[in-house]
């Protein structure tokens, strides 16, 4: 599985699909009961170069990003940013199912105030294990928006075209950052058990001969360790504890500082070493960010 084909256009998706010709250049709705896969493509890495929103439900097709892959038996809804690799496998008794893929460049927004806030739509970096699980009224309510944005896309351009085509797609985007905190919500259970396991993970990264030996663990190696995306981990936070990963790394390390402060008499640069940074200015100057003191003034205070 060495080849890897980019797809840099909607029309060289369409084509690679067997599917018919776009209507518009830069936005596409396939319909997934009417093309069929060439399995000439079968395991094969794609990188694409615009956002894909896919609602499906059937069988005899998987999704692999990364070392994770993901089936749609039960139906769900997944969200790729451009430039993110995917591994399509269809089973060679593929048969056509329910559901659709909706893909837009990034050119289409990029002038638009949507381009702008892109990044706050954290689930398109999500792993496809962390799929959106809807139900039959909120299936409804997306692919209701879905058809009224192909509608519009189909037809003849005018002047109110690409307001109106935006105007859907953060409508979309909108209703599925609704869902996804609902998502959050009824999984409470779950998630207080990733939350424990997150917690446990921190509290034995967090020690001085850990930090010593691999310095302060960023955000990503924490996701890995738990095997989650960065944004889903911190979204999963954030809605459970209050804070993101971040915050939690940079309170783990403030609170450890305040320990070896007022608990030793070793000297600023050595407590400093002992947290992960390289430089004692460094840790000053991050200790002050989260306390308003510098570290001599919280020893003497």
């Given at each position: 599985?060495?080849?890897?084909?980019?797809?840099?256009?909607?029309?060289?998706?369409?084509?690679?699909?067997?599917?018919?010709?776009?209507?518009?250049?830069?936005?596409?709705?396939?319909?997934?009961?009417?093309?069929?896969?060439?399995?000439?493509?079968?395991?094969?890495?794609?990188?694409?170069?615009?956002?894909?929103?896919?609602?499906?439900?059937?069988?005899?097709?998987?999704?692999q990003y990364g070392r994770r892959s993901y089936d749609f038996n039960e139906g769900s809804m997944i969200f790729m940013a451009p430039e993110q690799r995917l591994v399509v496998d269809f089973d060679p008794h593929y048969e056509a199912t329910e559901g659709w893929m909706l893909c837009f460049h990034p050119d289409l927004i990029r002038k638009s105030s949507l381009g702008s806030k892109m990044d706050e739509y954290s689930f398109f970096s999500y792993s496809l294990h962390e799929a959106l699980h809807l139900s039959e009224k909120e299936k409804a309510v997306v692919t209701q928006i879905v058809?009224?944005?192909?509608?519009?896309?189909?037809?003849?351009?005018?002047?109110?075209?690409?307001?109106?085509?935006?105007?859907?797609?953060?409508?979309?985007?909108?209703?599925?950052?609704?869902?996804?905190?609902?998502?959050?919500?009824?999984?409470?259970?779950?998630?207080?058990?990733?939350?424990?396991?997150?917690?446990?993970?921190?509290?034995?990264?967090?020690?001085?001969?850990?930090?010593?030996?691999?310095?302060?663990?960023?955000?990503?190696?924490?996701?890995?360790?738990?095997?989650?995306?960065?944004?889903?981990?911190?979204?999963?936070?954030?809605?459970?504890?209050?804070?993101?990963?971040?915050?939690?790394?940079?309170?783990?390390?403030?609170?450890?500082?305040?320990?070896?402060?007022?608990?030793?008499?070793?000297?600023?640069?050595?407590?400093?070493?002992?947290?992960?940074?390289?430089?004692?200015?460094?840790?000053?100057?991050?200790?002050?960010?989260?306390?308003?003191?510098?570290?001599?003034?919280?020893?003497?205070?």
């Amino acid at each position: 599985m060495n080849e890897i084909i980019r797809i840099d256009s909607i029309s060289m998706l369409h084509e690679l699909l067997g599917y018919e010709k776009p209507k518009h250049p830069l936005i596409t709705c396939i319909e997934l009961n009417k093309f069929k896969p060439d399995q000439t493509y079968n395991n094969i890495q794609f990188v694409n170069a615009f956002y894909t929103i896919s609602l499906k439900k059937g069988t005899n097709f998987n999704m692999q990003y990364g070392r994770r892959s993901y089936d749609f038996n039960e139906g769900s809804m997944i969200f790729m940013a451009p430039e993110q690799r995917l591994v399509v496998d269809f089973d060679p008794h593929y048969e056509a199912t329910e559901g659709w893929m909706l893909c837009f460049h990034p050119d289409l927004i990029r002038k638009s105030s949507l381009g702008s806030k892109m990044d706050e739509y954290s689930f398109f970096s999500y792993s496809l294990h962390e799929a959106l699980h809807l139900s039959e009224k909120e299936k409804a309510v997306v692919t209701q928006i879905v058809q009224i944005l192909t509608e519009e896309f189909n037809q003849n351009i005018d002047i109110y075209s690409l307001d109106l085509i935006i105007s859907n797609l953060e409508l979309l985007l909108n209703y599925a950052q609704r869902f996804y905190g609902r998502q959050f919500i009824t999984r409470k259970t779950a998630n207080h058990d990733v939350v424990d396991r997150f917690e446990k993970l921190v509290k034995d990264s967090f020690t001085v001969q850990r930090l010593q030996e691999t310095g302060i663990p960023s955000v990503k190696e924490l996701a890995k360790e738990m095997g989650y995306s960065t944004n889903y981990l911190s979204d999963l936070l954030k809605k459970e504890t209050g804070k993101n990963t971040q915050e939690h790394i940079h309170y783990q390390i403030t609170d450890l500082a305040k320990n070896l402060l007022s608990g030793t008499s070793e000297p600023i640069s050595t407590i400093a070493y002992h947290l992960g940074f390289e430089y004692p200015a460094n840790f000053s100057k991050f200790f002050k960010s989260r306390t308003g003191m510098s570290p001599n003034q919280f020893r003497k205070y």
